[in-house]
Nanobody
Framework: QVQLVESGGGLVQAGGSLRLSCAAT????????MGWFRQAPGKAREFVAA????????SYTDSVKGRFTISRDNAKNTVYLQMNSLKPGDTAVYLC?????????????????WGQGTQVTVSS
């Protein structure tokens, strides 16, 4: 069992930065691949980024490549999403998720545990 709690969201102007954190509880956290998704009002949940259990592999959706960076610290049971050059289109609730799937997963259905989410609002 893994429980996830996100933090770090907020209101930022376009071009600004935020760093999201996702703290996990559970003794086997380091066995899980982790992902970040986002969901804007009236839209489907969208894959943002994923990182493998050991942190050696990452993947991103095209719209955030070069602007967002996912990382993890298994000693702290935490995964991060550094978001730079934010745009109004990045406005959404951001959720972290854990998967037992080996490698990188971009489909929400592949994830086993979810956090409650943190709101990110980017003003123009």
């Amino acid at each position: 069992q893994v429980q996830l709690v996100e933090s770090g969201g907020g209101l930022v102007q376009a071009g600004g930065s935020l760093r999201l954190s996702c703290a996990a509880t559970g003794r086997t956290y380091s066995n899980y691949g982790m992902g970040w998704f986002r969901q804007a009002p009236g839209k489907a949940r969208e894959f943002v980024a994923a990182i493998s259990s050991g942190g050696g592999s990452t993947s991103y959706t095209d719209s955030v490549k070069g602007r967002f960076t996912i990382s993890r610290d298994n000693a702290k049971n935490t995964v991060y999403l550094q978001m730079n050059s934010l745009k109004p289109g990045d406005t959404a609730v951001y959720l972290c998720a854990a998967t037992r799937v080996y490698g990188l997963a971009s489909y929400a259905s592949r994830y086993d545990y979810w956090g409650q989410g943190t709101q990110v609002t980017v003003s123009s």
